[in-house]
Antibody
Framework: EVLLLESGGGLVQPGGSLRLACVVS????????MNWVRQAPGKGLQWVSV????????RYADSVQGRFTVSRDNSRDTLYLEMNSLRADDTAVYYC???????????????WGQGTLVTVS | AIQMTQSPSSLSASVGDRVTITCRAS??????LAWYQQTPGKAPKLLIY???NLQSGVPSRFSGSGSDTDFTLTISSLQPEDFGTYYC?????????FGPGTTVDIK
């Protein structure tokens, strides 16, 4: 069974930092690109970031570029999102999600975690 | 960034109805588009990928079509469990972008 479990969310002050983690199981983590997607309360989905399976390349939404850093540890089956200079509009549930086909950088998201709430206030 | 629009923003339909949701990209994205369903309090679920491929385990009443800039998600016979919000997502170019969503409720 494929499982993704996010952690690290919580309440943080504006300008602060937070590190999210996503531990996965049930598939060969090192073979798949991984994504972060967020959803502000009562709002739609927003794609945040993607990282290749080898961690050599990553891309970001314009709104987080320069403030957020995605990384992964393939030996620990874990994806990370380092968030700095947090703002009120970063308040959201953050989901990690797996790409379906294992392409270098893609976002066909076939498995998702349950999400972790980040509140910036 | 590529802008994605969806129409309608919401709809109400009866069980058994045929439902069509449209997604439009601000520039050509070939067929790099997927559709997701989200119900309240849950993570999104992949329905259709590469515009027209049905994800494993998804009922065959769901189908997708389109290419370049115009895409459609069709539910051939709406079921009670199909309520929720539907989103399209393009992964043709960075940054990837979701549509604003279409909320479907059952009459």
């Amino acid at each position: 069974e494929v499982l993704l479990l996010e952690s690290g969310g919580g309440l943080v002050q504006p300008g602060g930092s937070l590190r999210l983690a996503c531990v996965v199981s049930g598939f060969t983590f090192r073979n798949y690109a991984m994504n972060w997607v967020r959803q502000a309360p009562g709002k739609g989905l927003q794609w945040v970031s993607v990282i290749s399976n080898t961690a050599k390349t990553a891309r970001y939404a314009d709104s987080v570029q320069g403030r957020f850093t995605v990384s992964r540890d393939n030996s620990r089956d874990t994806l990370y999102l380092e968030m700095n200079s947090l703002r009120a509009d970063d308040t959201a549930v953050y989901y990690c999600a797996k790409d379906l086909e294992g392409k270098a950088l893609a976002a066909t998201l076939d498995y998702w975690g349950q999400g972790t709430l980040v509140t910036v206030s | 960034a590529i802008q994605m629009t969806q129409s309608p923003s919401s709809l109400s339909a009866s069980v058994g109805d045929r439902v069509t949701i449209t997604c439009r990209a601000s520039q050509v994205i070939k067929n790099d588009l997927a559709w997701y369903q989200q119900t309240p309090g849950k993570a999104p679920k992949l329905l259709i990928y590469t515009a027209s491929n049905l994800q494993s385990g998804v009922p065959s009443r769901f189908s997708g079509s389109g290419s370049d800039t115009d895409f459609t998600l069709t539910i051939s016979s709406l079921q009670p469990e199909d309520f929720g919000t539907y989103y399209c997502l393009q992964d043709y170019s960075y940054p990837f972008t979701f549509g604003p969503g279409t909320t479907v409720d059952i009459k």
